[in-house]
């Protein structure tokens, strides 16, 4: 199984009979599933940078697709997202998917059949309104702060008004919707996009601010501006009747919208389903939506709201909260991974940077042997190769010993997380199988919560 992000979808890496990894898709929605596999084929026969829909369930209920790789984007671009200076080589890959980007709103739209989008055809006032809807409901009334609903609603009603007057200026065009680096996987260093699904017929303008405001994606304005110089000369290749002075003052009501929508995202995906990570995005959110109404005089209300609530305490107590919510009685979250080093080190989401990484790499490696290579630390044979071996048993005893100690002291002094990794060559056998048994063993030992993720294996679960 792989990694889930905020859809209920699941994605599983399987061979086919000729031994070609493939990925299998378990949707929910069947007119989501198909609109899926129509636009994946429609944009794959034109040439576009998509996965190819390999086979469909009769039930169409599932498909597999062309196997991408394990690189996100989002990951490519770490040293940029996480410094704030982005690498050439970042750019290299940022300017090549915009301009891909392009491609799929133009050629993509061409002899496409809008009635098979999902839930709906066309960017229009009533999907506006639910968006709009989805931050007033799920994000603003989520942080419990006082707000005049008639004053929002009134400025809703001119960013709608704003929004819809672009739509009779520009070609037919393929929306996106949710263009940001998580949805595109690199792949011998050229961009594919994924997950668009919800797209439909609507402006370009959108695509763009949802991939270059993206809150995690943490894009310096300078290299914004760069990288829309790059996009609008792409697309004046397609489009040579484009005004690039009328789009470039129609994209901050874009901007504004996207940062609208996805705040609303981030509550529902937060506030209510209590997923971390989505609440870890809700300040650089908000100061994506401070600077973008600095900037845009028709929306006074908005931007006495956004500051109202950056400086708003019950916010940024709920990020911090979530940060040390736990299920145990202790209050403690150990969250323990298993990965391998070839694919680098895992990523502290708790933000405090602290914690331990094993290596695993000094015992005796299962992996070697061909009628292991396809099993995995949680296989039993697997499991009776390590522990007959015994280097295994010895290098876990002298682990427990350590974070037991640990554990004991983060109990006493309140503290809420701590991180345990463990690695080896490829993440599959020994750092599983370690990983595994010390979760069981704090467990059995501890009243805390076990976060356990193998993360080469896309498994994640909570014990």
């Known amino acids: 199984?792989?990694?889930?992000?905020?859809?209920?979808?699941?994605?599983?890496?399987?061979?086919?009979?000729?031994?070609?990894?493939?990925?299998?898709?378990?949707?929910?929605?069947?007119?989501?599933?198909?609109?899926?596999?129509?636009?994946?084929?429609?944009?794959?026969?034109r040439g576009l940078p998509v996965p190819r829909v390999l086979w469909v369930s009769e039930d169409?209920?599932?498909?597999?697709?062309e196997d991408l790789g394990d690189t996100?984007?989002?990951?490519?671009?770490?040293?940029?997202?996480?410094?704030?200076?982005?690498?050439?080589?970042?750019?290299?890959?940022?300017?090549?998917?915009i301009r891909a980007l392009a491609h799929v709103?133009?050629?993509?739209?061409?002899?496409?059949?809008?009635?098979?989008?999902?839930?709906?055809?066309?960017?229009?006032?009533?999907?506006?309104?639910?968006?709009?809807?989805?931050?007033k409901y799920c994000f603003l009334k989520g942080t419990k702060i006082e707000f005049s609903e008639p004053k929002l609603e009134d400025e809703f009603d001119i960013l709608v008004k704003n929004l819809l007057s672009t739509l009779n200026s520009q070609l037919s065009t393929f929306l996106y919707r949710d263009c940001q680096s998580r949805n595109v996987m690199i792949k011998d260093g050229k961009p594919y996009f994924i997950d668009f699904q919800g797209g439909r017929h609507?402006?370009?303008?959108?695509?763009?601010?949802?991939?270059l405001w993206q809150a995690k994606a943490n894009i310096p304005q300078a290299l914004r501006?760069?990288?829309?110089?790059?996009?609008?000369?792409?697309?004046?290749?397609?489009?040579?009747?484009?005004?690039?002075?009328?789009?470039?003052?129609?994209?901050?009501?874009?901007?504004?919208?996207?940062?609208?929508?996805?705040?609303?995202?981030?509550?529902?995906?937060?506030?209510?389903?209590?997923?971390?990570?989505?609440?870890?995005?809700?300040?650089?959110?908000?100061?994506?939506?401070?600077?973008?109404?600095?900037?845009?005089?028709?929306?006074?209300y908005l931007r006495e709201l956004a500051e109202n609530l950056s400086a708003e305490r019950s916010v940024s107590e709920t990020v911090c909260q979530s940060k040390g919510r736990s299920n145990s009685a202790s209050g403690l979250t150990v969250t323990i991974y298993s990965f391998s080093f070839k694919k680098g080190l895992p990523i502290d989401e708790s933000g405090n940077g602290g914690g331990y990484i094993f290596d695993c790499r000094s015992t005796?490696?299962?992996?070697?042997?061909?009628?292991?290579?396809?099993?995995?630390?949680?296989?039993?044979?697997?499991?009776?190769?390590?522990?007959k071996d015994g280097e295994i048993l010895t290098f876990l005893n002298s682990v427990y010993a350590l974070i037991d100690h640990h554990v004991e002291r983060f109990i006493e002094r309140d503290f809420t997380r701590l991180q345990v990794a463990f690695g080896c060559t490829g993440g599959q056998h020994r750092s599983v199988y370690c990983a595994e048994h010390l979760a069981q063993h704090l467990k059995q030992k501890y009243n805390v919560a076990i976060h356990l993720i193998h993360r080469e294996r896309g498994i994640k679960k909570e014990i």
């Open 202 to 211: 609507g402006p370009t303008q959108y695509d763009v601010a949802s991939f």
């Open 105 to 135: 709103q133009v050629e993509g739209a061409k002899d496409f059949d809008w009635s098979v989008c999902f839930p709906v055809p066309a960017f229009d006032e009533r999907s506006i309104r639910w968006d709009l809807n989805y931050f």
């Open 225 to 300: 501006d760069k990288l829309i110089e790059a996009y609008l000369d792409e697309m004046s290749t397609l489009n040579s009747q484009l005004s690039t002075l009328n789009w470039k003052s129609a994209l901050p009501h874009f901007v504004l919208f996207r940062t609208l929508q996805v705040l609303g995202a981030y509550g529902y995906r937060g506030y209510f389903e209590r997923k971390q990570h989505f609440l870890e995005s809700i300040p650089q959110a908000l100061k994506n939506l401070r600077e973008v109404l600095a900037d845009l005089t028709e929306y006074p």
């Open 72 to 97: 996100l984007l989002f990951d490519a671009i770490r040293h940029g997202r996480e410094t704030g200076c982005f690498l050439p080589e970042e750019y290299t890959l940022l300017e090549r998917t």
């Open 60 to 65: 169409g209920m599932s498909y597999t697709q």
């Open 364 to 387: 005796h490696n299962p992996g070697k042997y061909e009628e292991y290579k396809q099993l995995t630390g949680l296989d039993q044979p697997v499991i009776d190769f390590l522990e």
């Open 1 to 45: 199984m792989l990694k889930q992000q905020g859809s209920n979808r699941i994605y599983t890496r399987e061979k086919d009979a000729n031994g070609q990894s493939v990925i299998r898709v378990e949707g929910t929605n069947r007119d989501e599933n198909r609109a899926f596999i129509y636009m994946s084929r429609h944009f794959a026969e």
